[in-house]
Protein backbone atom coordinates (compact mmCIF):
# COMPACT_ATOMS: atom_id res chain seq x y z
CA UNK A 1 0.00 0.00 0.00
CA UNK A 2 1.20 3.10 -1.04
CA UNK A 3 -0.57 6.70 -0.01
CA UNK A 4 0.77 10.32 -1.62
CA UNK A 5 -0.85 13.27 -3.01
CA UNK A 6 -2.30 12.69 -6.91
CA UNK A 7 -0.86 15.16 -8.66
CA UNK A 8 -3.99 16.25 -10.53
CA UNK A 9 -2.41 16.10 -14.48
CA UNK A 10 -5.40 15.14 -16.96
CA UNK A 11 -3.63 12.06 -18.11
CA UNK A 12 -4.65 8.54 -18.22
CA UNK A 13 -6.12 7.60 -14.49
CA UNK A 14 -4.78 3.78 -14.29
CA UNK A 15 -1.09 5.77 -14.28
CA UNK A 16 0.36 6.04 -10.38
CA UNK A 17 0.01 10.60 -10.98
CA UNK A 18 2.81 10.61 -8.21
CA UNK A 19 5.42 13.77 -8.33
CA UNK A 20 8.34 13.97 -6.25
CA UNK A 21 7.65 17.94 -5.78
CA UNK A 22 4.64 17.02 -3.90
CA UNK A 23 5.31 16.93 -0.69
CA UNK A 24 4.70 13.29 1.79
CA UNK A 25 1.39 12.42 2.95
CA UNK A 26 1.70 12.48 6.81
CA UNK A 27 0.63 9.40 8.69
CA UNK A 28 -2.09 11.21 10.56
CA UNK A 29 -3.97 12.03 7.14
CA UNK A 30 -5.99 9.38 6.25
CA UNK A 31 -7.39 8.71 9.66
CA UNK A 32 -8.45 12.56 9.63
CA UNK A 33 -10.27 11.97 6.99
CA UNK A 34 -11.76 8.79 8.27
CA UNK A 35 -10.17 6.05 6.26
CA UNK A 36 -8.74 3.27 7.63
CA UNK A 37 -6.18 1.19 5.77
CA UNK A 38 -4.55 -1.65 6.63
CA UNK A 39 -2.66 -4.98 5.21
CA UNK A 40 -4.42 -8.33 6.13
CA UNK A 41 -2.94 -11.34 4.42
CA UNK A 42 -5.57 -13.73 5.05
CA UNK A 43 -9.32 -13.12 4.44
CA UNK A 44 -10.07 -14.64 8.10
CA UNK A 45 -9.14 -10.88 9.61
CA UNK A 46 -11.42 -9.07 7.66
CA UNK A 47 -14.09 -11.54 8.29
CA UNK A 48 -12.92 -10.69 11.75
CA UNK A 49 -13.47 -7.26 11.28
CA UNK A 50 -16.59 -7.19 9.05
CA UNK A 51 -18.47 -8.86 11.85
CA UNK A 52 -17.37 -6.32 14.43
CA UNK A 53 -18.41 -3.85 12.21
CA UNK A 54 -22.03 -5.54 11.78
CA UNK A 55 -21.32 -5.93 7.81
CA UNK A 56 -24.34 -7.68 6.85
CA UNK A 57 -23.57 -8.02 3.03
CA UNK A 58 -20.99 -8.74 0.83
CA UNK A 59 -20.23 -9.27 -2.52
CA UNK A 60 -17.04 -10.40 -4.95
CA UNK A 61 -16.32 -8.42 -8.28
CA UNK A 62 -13.12 -8.80 -10.56
CA UNK A 63 -12.86 -5.70 -12.22
CA UNK A 64 -11.18 -7.20 -15.95
CA UNK A 65 -11.98 -7.06 -19.72
CA UNK A 66 -12.14 -10.60 -19.59
CA UNK A 67 -14.82 -11.10 -16.96
CA UNK A 68 -17.12 -8.03 -17.89
CA UNK A 69 -16.30 -7.70 -21.26
CA UNK A 70 -18.01 -5.40 -23.31
CA UNK A 71 -19.18 -3.48 -20.55
CA UNK A 72 -15.43 -3.11 -19.32
CA UNK A 73 -14.59 0.75 -20.03
CA UNK A 74 -18.15 2.04 -19.30
CA UNK A 75 -17.45 0.30 -15.94
CA UNK A 76 -13.87 1.79 -15.38
CA UNK A 77 -15.32 5.08 -16.36
CA UNK A 78 -18.28 4.91 -13.91
CA UNK A 79 -15.27 3.63 -11.01
CA UNK A 80 -13.70 6.88 -11.60
CA UNK A 81 -16.53 9.59 -11.49
CA UNK A 82 -16.17 11.18 -8.21
CA UNK A 83 -19.09 9.93 -5.81
CA UNK A 84 -20.06 9.04 -2.44
CA UNK A 85 -21.83 6.29 -0.36
CA UNK A 86 -24.57 6.78 2.80
CA UNK A 87 -22.54 4.10 4.51
CA UNK A 88 -19.14 3.29 4.52
CA UNK A 89 -17.89 0.39 2.72
CA UNK A 90 -15.04 -1.96 3.14
CA UNK A 91 -13.10 -3.09 -0.28
CA UNK A 92 -10.50 -5.96 0.43
CA UNK A 93 -8.50 -6.47 -3.07
CA UNK A 94 -8.04 -10.46 -3.53
CA UNK A 95 -6.18 -9.97 -6.10
CA UNK A 96 -4.71 -7.52 -8.67
CA UNK A 97 -3.95 -3.94 -8.15
CA UNK A 98 -5.92 -0.33 -8.23
CA UNK A 99 -6.17 3.06 -6.79
CA UNK A 100 -9.06 4.52 -4.56
CA UNK A 101 -8.93 8.23 -4.38
CA UNK A 102 -10.23 10.24 -1.97
CA UNK A 103 -11.36 14.21 -1.64
CA UNK A 104 -9.94 16.51 0.36
CA UNK A 105 -10.42 20.18 1.30
CA UNK A 106 -13.30 22.53 0.89
CA UNK A 107 -16.49 21.09 1.97
CA UNK A 108 -14.58 17.83 2.87
CA UNK A 109 -12.06 16.58 5.86
CA UNK A 110 -8.86 17.03 6.33
CA UNK A 111 -8.29 20.42 4.70
CA UNK A 112 -6.40 21.49 7.74
CA UNK A 113 -4.12 19.00 7.69
CA UNK A 114 -3.49 19.03 3.98
CA UNK A 115 -2.85 22.63 3.98
CA UNK A 116 -0.27 22.26 7.05
CA UNK A 117 1.62 19.87 5.12
CA UNK A 118 1.77 21.86 1.72
CA UNK A 119 2.50 24.91 2.98
CA UNK A 120 5.82 23.01 4.77
CA UNK A 121 6.60 21.70 1.93
CA UNK A 122 7.39 25.16 0.67
CA UNK A 123 10.51 26.81 0.84
CA UNK A 124 9.70 29.48 2.91
CA UNK A 125 7.06 27.85 4.80
CA UNK A 126 4.37 31.11 4.86
CA UNK A 127 2.96 32.27 1.84
CA UNK A 128 -0.80 32.82 0.88
CA UNK A 129 -2.98 29.84 -0.18
CA UNK A 130 -2.03 29.10 -4.10
CA UNK A 131 -4.60 27.94 -6.61
CA UNK A 132 -5.28 24.23 -6.17
CA UNK A 133 -4.39 23.65 -2.68
CA UNK A 134 -7.87 24.43 -1.37
CA UNK A 135 -8.73 20.64 -2.22
CA UNK A 136 -7.18 17.64 -3.97
CA UNK A 137 -7.10 13.93 -4.03
CA UNK A 138 -5.33 11.87 -1.88
CA UNK A 139 -4.59 8.65 -4.05
CA UNK A 140 -4.25 5.23 -2.31
CA UNK A 141 -2.76 2.28 -4.39
CA UNK A 142 -4.21 -0.92 -3.00
CA UNK A 143 -2.54 -4.37 -3.94
CA UNK A 144 -3.48 -7.71 -3.10
CA UNK A 145 -4.49 -8.12 0.57
CA UNK A 146 -4.83 -4.78 1.76
CA UNK A 147 -8.06 -3.41 2.74
CA UNK A 148 -9.52 0.24 2.78
CA UNK A 149 -12.44 1.56 4.85
CA UNK A 150 -14.21 4.51 3.59
CA UNK A 151 -16.04 6.80 5.55
CA UNK A 152 -19.98 7.27 4.83
CA UNK A 153 -20.15 10.64 2.86
CA UNK A 154 -16.77 11.02 1.25
CA UNK A 155 -15.94 11.39 -2.08
CA UNK A 156 -14.06 9.08 -3.52
CA UNK A 157 -13.03 7.24 -6.89
CA UNK A 158 -11.41 3.96 -7.92
CA UNK A 159 -9.28 2.90 -11.02
CA UNK A 160 -7.37 -0.15 -11.46
CA UNK A 161 -3.27 0.38 -12.47
CA UNK A 162 -1.84 0.04 -16.03
CA UNK A 163 -0.97 -3.40 -15.38
CA UNK A 164 2.15 -5.34 -16.28
CA UNK A 165 4.16 -4.42 -19.84
CA UNK A 166 2.20 -6.48 -22.48
CA UNK A 167 -1.59 -6.57 -20.31
CA UNK A 168 -3.05 -2.98 -20.70
CA UNK A 169 -5.18 -3.00 -17.50
CA UNK A 170 -4.30 -5.51 -14.28
CA UNK A 171 -7.57 -7.15 -13.27
CA UNK A 172 -8.53 -6.86 -9.91
CA UNK A 173 -10.24 -8.39 -7.53
CA UNK A 174 -12.06 -7.18 -4.80
CA UNK A 175 -14.91 -8.37 -2.16
CA UNK A 176 -17.29 -5.02 -1.20
CA UNK A 177 -18.35 -5.21 2.24
CA UNK A 178 -21.73 -3.26 3.22
CA UNK A 179 -24.41 -2.91 6.15
CA UNK A 180 -27.18 -2.71 3.70
CA UNK A 181 -27.95 -1.80 0.00
CA UNK A 182 -24.93 0.74 -1.30
CA UNK A 183 -26.07 3.40 -2.93
CA UNK A 184 -23.57 5.42 -4.34
CA UNK A 185 -24.24 9.37 -5.13
CA UNK A 186 -22.52 10.92 -7.74
CA UNK A 187 -21.02 14.31 -7.82
CA UNK A 188 -22.90 16.10 -10.74
CA UNK A 189 -20.16 17.15 -13.47
CA UNK A 190 -18.97 20.63 -14.05
Do not use: C
Not at 16 to 38: E, I, N
Not at 52 to 67: F, G, L, M, Q, W
Not at 156 to 173: C, N
Amino acid sequence: MKVYFHDSLPTDPRLPHTSPSLPAVPSTLLPTLGVLASHHPTLATVDDLARERSYANRDEITVSPEKMGAVYEDKIKMFFQEHLHEDEEIRYILDGAGYFDVRWGEGHRGREVVRDVLRKGKIDGEGEEKEGEGEGWVRIRLEKGDLIVLPAGIYHRFMVDEGDVGFPFLSIAAILFFPKVLLSLYEPEA
